[in-house]
């Protein structure tokens, strides 16, 4: 649940910006989540709150695919934190520490350039950028069927995306459009003291959108303004739908990047919830460094 909750409906800025191929790099952030959980008596749990840190280790490298620039990614987060709500009209406290379901994602860029290297890169200039993608999150994090908070989800969910970015001088502006789909969880709070069989839910597919207004102060230092807006996703338990599950929630927040040397950089970002209908009502403070490289494998 937690996963769903804090992780799935992120803000990315210039995620479908090119680069050259053969491009690599290096990602270490640190995220620090900080508010409510609101259920709306989907679940029995009400007055939650949550405090999580979440180091998140990714790898991106980008290749040439059938003369168009692509690009893979994959990210392993892992939290520790603290939830407290009541349950069962019992005040409860919940520590957790463990990983968060692994996530990869591959990209591919439509119009707007060819695969280049970093030569003809330099030569490029953007204008519009049409590309798809598609991130799939693995059930690898953390599950405890007997817990009704984890770090993992215990399902895998698929997230096919159409991305727009659009340049005008040091402006650019991102678009996405994406439905996240979410198979079944068989085994969700079950086989304890308030549930002693197996419980099986579904959620259905969540649309998301997405959008950021940043701009270039120089080369690779540049700041943005990022909102994004998400529907949908209401849950069934055991063939019995829960219609106050339902979301209808939004993001908004801004993000920075700062270059530190020719291989290094710096980002920060902070985002809250604009309009939270169900869900994480969350602050969320991180801070990442990144070091990358142009080179293909030996």
């Not at 392993?76 to 463990?98: F, H, Q, W």
């Given at each position: 649940?937690?996963?769903?909750?804090?992780?799935?409906?992120?803000?990315?800025?210039?995620?479908?910006?090119?680069?050259?191929?053969?491009?690599?790099?290096?990602?270490?952030?640190?995220?620090?989540?900080?508010?409510?959980?609101?259920?709306?008596?989907?679940?029995?749990?009400?007055g939650a709150t949550a405090r999580v840190s979440a180091p998140i280790f990714s790898i991106f490298h980008s290749f040439n695919l059938l003369g168009r620039t692509a690009n893979f990614?994959?990210?392993?987060?892992?939290?520790?934190?603290?939830?407290?709500?009541?349950?069962?009209?019992?005040?409860?406290?919940?520590?957790?520490?463990?990983?968060?379901d692994t996530a990869f994602r591959v990209s591919v860029n439509l119009t707007g350039g060819p695969a280049m290297d970093v030569v003809d890169y330099h030569k490029w200039h953007q204008k519009t950028i049409v590309g798809v993608s598609l991130r799939v999150v693995t059930p690898t994090g953390q599950y405890d069927p007997t817990k009704l908070i984890n770090y993992g989800a215990n399902r895998w969910g698929f997230?096919?995306?159409?991305?727009?970015?659009?340049?005008?001088?040091?402006?650019?502006?991102?678009?996405?459009?994406?439905?996240?789909?979410?198979?079944?969880?068989?085994?969700?709070?079950?086989?304890?003291?308030?549930?002693?069989?197996?419980?099986?839910?579904?959620?259905?597919?969540?649309?998301?959108?997405?959008?950021?207004?940043?701009?270039?102060?120089?080369?690779?230092?540049?700041t943005s303004l990022d909102g994004n807006f998400w529907v949908g996703g209401r849950t069934t338990l055991n063939g019995i739908e829960s219609p106050n599950s339902f979301q209808k929630n939004s993001r908004i927040g801004g993000t920075v990047s700062l270059p530190v040397s020719k291989h290094q950089s710096l980002k920060f970002s902070y985002n809250r919830g604009a309009y939270i209908r169900y869900g994480g009502n969350f602050n969320n403070v991180a801070a990442g460094w990144q070091y990358s490289w142009l080179g293909r494998p030996n």
């Open positions: 649940m937690a996963t769903a909750l804090a992780f799935a409906q992120d803000l990315a800025p210039r995620a479908y910006i090119i680069t050259p191929i053969h491009s690599n790099a290096v990602n270490l952030t640190y995220s620090f989540i900080d508010g409510d959980l609101i259920f709306d008596n989907a679940v029995p749990i009400t990614s994959a990210s392993l987060p892992y939290g520790v934190g603290n939830v407290r709500g009541t349950v069962m009209d019992s005040e409860t406290k919940a520590y957790r520490s463990g990983l968060f997230k096919p995306e159409l991305g727009l970015s659009r340049r005008w001088g040091h402006w650019v502006l991102d678009s996405y459009a994406a439905v996240w789909f979410y198979t079944t969880n068989h085994e969700f709070f079950s086989h304890n003291q308030y549930s002693l069989g197996t419980n099986v839910q579904h959620q259905q597919s969540i649309a998301a959108f997405e959008g950021h207004l940043s701009y270039d102060v120089k080369p690779r230092l540049w």
